[in-house]
């Protein structure tokens, strides 16, 4: 893979828990935590000397059996040369299997701010209430440690009125403690709608749940940035998002949350992308799944 795929891949706005330094890029994934850099067949990685083999996790993680490959070639990008060039921009990209509780905690802080800020919002969370998984890096607070915060102590965090957000729905999961897992078996659309109950959480945030935690490859999350990319290559200028969404559900079909990533790659590749800070970290010696391009 790619350098500039495996960049967009871990920092292009699905997950905001990865930051690039000198050899490679190092993130926590739920309890584990990985450096990862690209490789001529794939992508290789490392982890911390003392933690549990990752490798499993790590596979699951970044789709490492290219289920989501097989998946594109449905995507109908033989007659669509706009999703065709996005496609052949970034060979190999995919979309990241985060646990439910991640990509909910990151996307309730993902409201009128860039990808620079919620990382910096989630880093603050996992740092403050997280509990540490092995030197230096800590796994975002569970929803009863979120729960027991005052609204103070979420808004040192960097959240601002988002704090109430998170405590709301904190309060709500900590009381319900499979409510998540009671979207398992419901359709894309059910998912989107129950997650909508939950405060803070209005339909762009869902879809995003939905794709980037529940693994419904066919949520289509829409925001500037896809009303943009789609105005230019579809002329859909004016259209509402909730009509994007379901033109894209419908043109994209099983596969429209990955044609989304294609085209939201393609739109920031426009505008130019802002480089993340280093991370420093201890890691021993360990190769794990390489992903084919």
Same mark, same amino acid.
């Given at each position: 893979m790619e350098e500039r795929v495996l960049a967009e891949v871990l920092d292009g706005g699905q997950s905001f828990r990865w930051r690039r330094e000198a050899e490679g890029w190092v993130g926590v994934f739920g309890r584990g935590v990985a450096q990862l850099r690209p490789h001529a067949r794939g992508v290789e990685w490392r982890q911390p000397e003392g933690m549990p083999d990752l490798g499993e996790a790590l596979g699951r993680y970044l789709d490492a059996e290219g289920e989501q490959a097989a998946l594109a070639e449905r995507l109908p990008?033989?007659?669509?040369?706009?999703?065709?060039?996005?496609?052949?921009?970034?060979?190999?990209?995919?979309?990241?299997?985060?646990?439910?509780?991640?990509?909910?905690l990151a996307f309730l802080c993902s409201s009128n701010k860039q990808i620079v800020q919620i990382r910096r919002m989630v880093a603050a969370l996992a740092e403050s209430l997280g509990e540490e998984v092995a030197p230096g890096y800590c796994a975002l607070p569970s929803w009863e440690r979120l729960a027991r915060a005052g609204e103070a102590e979420l808004r040192a965090c960097g959240l601002g009125y988002r704090a109430g957000f998170v405590r709301g729905t904190a309060g709500r999961l900590a009381r319900e403690r499979d409510w998540l897992g009671g979207l398992e078996g419901t359709t894309t659309a059910e998912a989107e709608a129950r997650l909508a109950e939950l405060p803070g959480v209005g339909p762009k945030v869902a879809a995003c749940v939905a794709l980037f935690g529940l693994g419904r490859l066919d949520a289509f999350p829409v925001d500037t940035w896809i009303g943009r990319v789609m105005s230019e290559g579809? @002329?859909?200028? =004016?259209?509402?998002?909730?009509? $994007?969404?379901?033109?894209? *559900? #419908?043109?994209? /079909? @099983?596969?429209? =949350?990955?044609?989304?990533?294609? $085209?939201?790659?393609?739109? *920031? #590749?426009?505008? /130019?992308?802002?480089?993340?800070?280093?991370?420093?970290?201890?890691?021993?010696?360990?190769r794990g799944p390489r992903l084919s391009p």
């Open positions: 990008w033989r007659s669509d040369a706009f999703l065709r060039e996005a496609m052949e921009r970034f060979p190999g990209l995919r979309i990241l299997r985060q646990e439910p509780e991640e990509a909910l579809y @002329e859909l200028s =004016g259209w509402r998002n909730e009509a $994007l969404g379901r033109f894209g *559900r #419908a043109h994209f /079909g @099983e596969a429209a =949350g990955l044609a989304q990533q294609w $085209l939201f790659a393609r739109a *920031r #590749a426009e505008q /130019g992308r802002k480089k993340s800070p280093r991370m420093s970290g201890g890691f021993g010696e360990g």
